[in-house]
């Protein structure tokens, strides 16, 4: 039975690739408190389970997923932004900055209130978030497009946190971060106080977990230690 305090409930969890393979099926588990790692080999399905824990990806028919609080996901990093992209768009939240810089030069409409109702603490945060991840120099008005891979990863970070979640799943979250944002993430792995699924390869951040799931063609197995007691056990 899974433990009171677990923030996410899943069973049966299954997913089947279009020629009709499945990648895993009959997954049962639970995350509580803490960093969990997720593990396994490069196409064993760590990020499409990740999607579907994070209700980005649908769970097939017969499968349970229960989530307790607001579960946010961080993808691994993908394509560029496009061409002109503000940092507005970047982070989704262009439509409430828009709103909230007409309301107040005056010409504001009934609309634009109802976009920024739960928005007037959006920017106080946004530089607090911006100056923690050595990024304070940007404005929402800036493009993005041209920044660095390592400045994308760590704004991706605050896109996150903008969301002001109650647990996180990353997946490979250390990808393309120099030496002072991986320090900055690791930090935040530590100092997080929800639960936290980590997907990733780097032996550094999987230290930081305090239980595995090893996922495979065997299913999935949990180990309750690090990730040397594991490797050793196995």
């Not at 005056?106 to 530089?127: C, H, I, Q, V, Y």
């Not at 607090?128 to 891979?149: C, K, N, Q, T, Y």
């Not at 595995?212 to 007691?229: E, M, N, Q, V, Y």
């Amino acid at each position: 039975m899974a433990h009171s305090k677990s923030w996410l409930i899943a069973g049966n969890l299954h997913y089947h690739l279009p020629g009709g393979r499945a990648l895993y099926s009959g997954l049962d588990f639970s995350l509580g408190p803490g960093i969990t790692a997720l593990i396994g080999e490069n196409g064993a399905g760590k990020s499409t389970l990740a999607a579907q824990l994070a209700g980005i990806t649908p769970v097939g028919a017969n499968s349970r997923l229960i989530r307790r609080g607001r579960v946010a996901l961080l993808p691994q990093q993908g394509s560029r932004p496009p061409d002109g992209c503000l940092l507005g768009e970047f982070l989704g939240r262009a439509a409430q900055f828009s709103a909230m810089r007409r309301i107040e030069s005056g010409n504001g409409s009934a609309e634009d209130f109802d976009l920024a109702a739960d928005g007037w603490t959006l920017p106080a945060r946004l530089m607090e978030l911006l100056e923690r991840f050595g990024l304070s120099a940007i404005d929402p008005a800036d493009r993005v497009d041209a920044m660095s891979g390592g400045e994308l990863a760590r704004l991706a970070l605050v896109r996150l946190l903008l969301q002001e979640p109650d647990h996180l799943i990353l997946d490979e979250p250390g990808n393309h971060l120099d030496r002072q944002g991986r320090e900055l993430l690791i930090a935040l792995l530590r100092e997080f106080r929800g639960g936290i699924l980590l997907v990733s390869h780097d032996r550094q951040l999987l230290t930081l977990a305090e239980s595995l799931l090893d996922l495979g063609p065997w299913g999935l197995h949990r180990f309750h230690g690090t990730l040397d007691s594991y490797r050793e056990l196995r």
